[in-house]
């Protein structure tokens, strides 16, 4: 019996795991996207607070993602078992370039055309939401790219604390000692991070040749 | 129709008192600036490159602040007003244009007419008026990005945004500078008629001479950051300032095109 076998024999089981895996990335990035850019936006013009948050989420970035899953558990309200764990974890991986990208993207926006509209009486609200924003748009979905493909990748260990996914196929493989099972999780997993690469890479290329 | 905007009301001045403004590292950009701009006319603000024009605009619409010194606008000063309502109220073109890219012609010079929210329909009516004003046919141009026109293109869209809004006052750095001759002399003509029908308080950059004699009630000229004279255009011609000499006789080196013109 070979991997694409097993998957179609379990299609149900690889159906609800994949539904759930994208449940996770997706509130993940939710979260990830609330926190991520407001605070980017708020710190454009904070040069130093900038500094210090960037290294602090750079910092998060480094920790392996089995040890951050295993800290949160016994932190209370957000820790224990289960999703709420791992969603808070995968948002905390998805932080860094979301809010990197949103201080480059915005900081990177021609100076020129930002006195432009400040000369035609625009107030700092329609500044950002009409100039800078739009402009910045192509980096921050960048960001949003490369956080929803480290998502992805990431969720399928949030199966080892519990929290679902295709992951749940992996670690099973693992412990059978079973190849196909593995593959059965690994490669709907890859097969999603090479989709929203590309969906994301095509709204991406959009908004650039806007 | 028109409503007046930010409560600047047609036929106001501009005043500059001592004003200096130097960067954050004590260099002085401009300095102990004093200078009328009285209703409806056209100042020409002459000078070299570097000598401190387009800083001496951004003063009056608080894009600067003055270090030293105080700015009246209709008689207020200009630390008393509200600086987005004051920009509202004073159209500006800028130097190298400074259009939206992520807007189409037709967005961009329906800004500010869009910021005081007037209806729809006068907008669009407005934008093809400007357009046209421009010489540049809304059919073809309208729906272009900025990133699709030459810069002349560019600068035309730039005067049309300034112009939209039709506020009492108006910034112009050098609006017609990267023009062809001819267009630039269709322009100048058309600004000129506008200018006097309109009764616009006018501050008009150039480093060009002629143009500052073809468009300025009076012309101002800077070196280095200072005003070395104020003339009336019938005067300026025989003024004995060295640094107006020095203009003077860039023009009579290039009265050979001037004729053809
Ligand atoms: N932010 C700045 N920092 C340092 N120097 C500046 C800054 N802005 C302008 N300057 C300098 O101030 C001087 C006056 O600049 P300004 O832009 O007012 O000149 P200008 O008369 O408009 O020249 P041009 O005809 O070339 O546009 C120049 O020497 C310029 O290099
Ligand atoms: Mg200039």
């Given at each position: 019996m070979n991997w694409y076998d097993f998957l179609l024999r379990n299609r149900g089981e690889v159906l609800e795991r994949t539904a759930e895996h994208i449940g996770l990335v997706a509130a993940a990035m939710a979260i990830a996207l609330a926190i991520g850019l407001p605070?980017?936006?708020?710190?454009?013009?904070?040069?130093?607070?900038?500094?210090?948050?960037?290294?602090?989420?750079?910092?998060?970035?480094?920790?392996?993602?089995?040890?951050?899953?295993?800290?949160?558990?016994?932190?209370?309200?957000?820790?224990?078992?289960?999703?709420s764990t791992a969603i808070v974890?995968?948002?905390?991986?998805?932080?860094?370039?979301?809010?990197?990208?949103?201080?480059?993207?915005?900081?990177?926006?021609?100076a020129a055309v930002i006195e432009s509209a400040r000369g035609m009486g625009m107030t700092p609200q329609q500044v950002l939401w009409q100039v800078e924003l739009p402009l910045a748009a192509p980096v921050l979905l960048a960001g949003i790219r490369v956080a929803t493909v480290i998502s992805v990748g990431i969720t399928t260990i949030a199966a080892a604390i519990?929290?679902?996914?295709?992951?749940?196929?992996?670690?099973?493989?693992?412990?059978?000692?079973?190849?196909?099972?593995?593959?059965?999780?690994?490669?709907?997993a890859a097969l999603l991070a090479v989709l929203a690469?590309?969906?994301?890479?095509v709204v991406q290329r959009r908004l650039a040749t806007r | 129709?028109?409503?007046?905007?930010?409560?600047?009301?047609?036929?106001?001045?501009?005043?500059?008192?001592?004003?200096?403004?130097?960067?954050?590292?004590?260099?002085?950009?401009?300095?102990?600036l004093n200078l009328t701009v009285a209703r409806g006319e056209t100042l020409v603000l002459l000078g070299r490159s570097g000598s401190g024009k387009t800083t001496t605009l951004k003063l009056f619409n608080r894009l600067l602040e003055p270090s030293d010194g105080e700015i009246f606008i209709a008689g207020r000063p200009s630390s008393a007003w509200d600086p987005i309502q004051l920009r509202r109220g004073i159209g500006y073109v800028i130097q190298d244009a400074g259009l939206f890219p992520h807007w189409?012609?037709?967005?961009?010079?329906?800004?500010?007419?869009?910021?005081?929210?007037?209806?729809?329909?006068?907008?669009?009516?407005?934008?093809?008026?400007?357009?046209?004003l421009v010489g540049l046919p809304p059919a073809e141009f309208a729906t272009r990005r900025p990133s699709e026109l030459s810069g002349g293109q560019r600068q035309r869209v730039g005067v049309a945004r300034a112009l939209a809004a039709d506020q009492p006052i108006l910034l112009m750095d050098e609006p017609f500078g990267a023009l062809d001759p001819v267009t630039r002399a269709e322009l100048q003509r058309e600004f000129r008629v506008l200018a006097s029908?309109?009764?616009?308080?006018?501050?008009?950059?150039?480093?060009?001479?002629?143009e500052a004699l073809f468009l300025g009630t009076r012309i101002a000229l800077l070196a280095g950051g200072r005003l070395a004279g104020v003339h009336a255009r019938e005067e300026f011609l025989n003024a004995t300032e060295p640094e107006v000499r020095a203009f003077v006789a860039s023009l009579q080196l290039s009265r050979g095109d001037e004729e053809v013109r």
């Open positions: 605070l980017g936006i708020a710190l454009v013009r904070r040069v130093t607070l900038q500094r210090w948050v960037l290294a602090v989420a750079n910092v998060v970035q480094t920790i392996p993602s089995l040890a951050l899953f295993g800290f949160l558990i016994p932190v209370p309200w957000i820790g224990g078992v289960g999703a974890a995968l948002a905390l991986y998805a932080l860094l370039p979301i809010l990197r990208n949103t201080c480059t993207g915005i900081t990177g926006v021609d519990g929290a679902g996914g295709l992951g749940v196929f992996i670690f099973r493989g693992v412990a059978m000692v079973n190849n196909q099972v593995i593959l059965a999780g690994a490669i709907p690469d590309f969906g994301l890479g | 129709m028109a409503q007046p905007i930010a409560g600047i009301q047609k036929g106001c001045a501009l005043e500059c008192r001592g004003v200096t403004y130097r960067l954050p590292s004590g260099t002085a950009l401009v300095s102990d189409s012609v037709e967005r961009n010079v329906a800004l500010v007419p869009q910021l005081e929210h007037w209806p729809e329909e006068r907008i669009r009516a407005r934008v093809k008026e400007m357009l046209e029908r309109l009764e616009k308080t006018i501050v008009f950059v150039t480093h060009d001479v002629r």
